[in-house]
């Protein structure tokens, strides 16, 4: 299964537990193998005199370094449920929330250049809504409530596009995708 959002959220006016439960899946469990190479670009809403882009850029890009390095470990540790029942969906969404909040934690730490620090509170805004709806997948799941989960998948869903437009456009490679 592809992990892009147009396609899960067509899946998700179907009525179907088994596609619910797929598209789920394709929202917690994305490889992120689909990741584009993108080289680190200045924002236009972050206008940079000639003297100084040089090493705002430098400095730029060792801080994305240092980010994806960290997402790039937190997105090898998550994972996906093994099996499309509510209990194994649980108890993958509770692991990962803890390890996204432990990501997030660590990622707030790096101290971002001028030239990045109000994406990066965005992007670590963001990053704290997935754990956040980790954690009500763990109550949906337990609950076995369909319908929550179909709403919290298509509001994932939307803040998955968000993150990896704007970490995309700031340069990170794996910051930019997210698997919780």
Same mark, same amino acid.
């Given at each position: +299964?592809?992990? *892009? ?6 899946? +998700? ?9 797929? @598209? /789920?899946? %394709? !929202? /917690? ?10 080289? %680190?670009?200045?924002? @236009? ?17 060792? #801080? ?5 390095? /960290?997402?790039? *470990? ?5 994972? $996906? ?7 194994? /969906?649980?108890?993958? $969404?509770?692991?990962? @929330?803890?390890?996204? *909040? ?11 250049? %001028?030239?990045? @620090? ?6 670590? +805004?963001?990053?704290?809504?997935? !754990? ?13 409530? &369909?319908? $929550? &989960? ?21 340069? #990170? ?5 997210? &698997? !919780?």
């Amino acid at each position: +299964m592809e992990c *892009r959002g147009n396609g899960l959220l067509s899946l +998700m006016g179907l009525v179907s537990p088994a596609i619910v439960l797929t @598209a /789920i899946l %394709a !929202a /917690i469990g994305c490889s992120g193998s689909e990741r584009v190479n993108v080289t %680190a670009t200045r924002p @236009a809403s972050h206008p940079v005199t000639s003297s100084t882009t040089a090493s705002s850029s430098s400095d730029a890009s060792r #801080f994305t370094a240092k980010a994806d390095s /960290i997402c790039k *470990r937190l997105d090898a540790e998550l994972t $996906a449920p093994k099996r499309l029942v509510m209990g194994e /969906i649980a108890r993958s $969404a509770r692991r990962n @929330a803890a390890l996204e *909040r432990k990501g997030t934690v660590e990622l707030s730490k790096l101290p971002p250049p %001028a030239l990045l @620090a109000r994406d990066w509170r965005q992007i670590l +805004m963001l990053r704290e809504k997935l !754990a956040d709806g980790l954690v009500r997948l763990v109550r949906y799941a337990q609950a076995n409530d &369909i319908r $929550a &989960i179909r709403t919290l998948t298509t509001a994932k869903l939307r803040i998955h596009q968000e993150l990896s437009r704007l970490a995309t456009h700031d340069g #990170f490679r794996y910051c930019s995708q997210v &698997i !919780a």
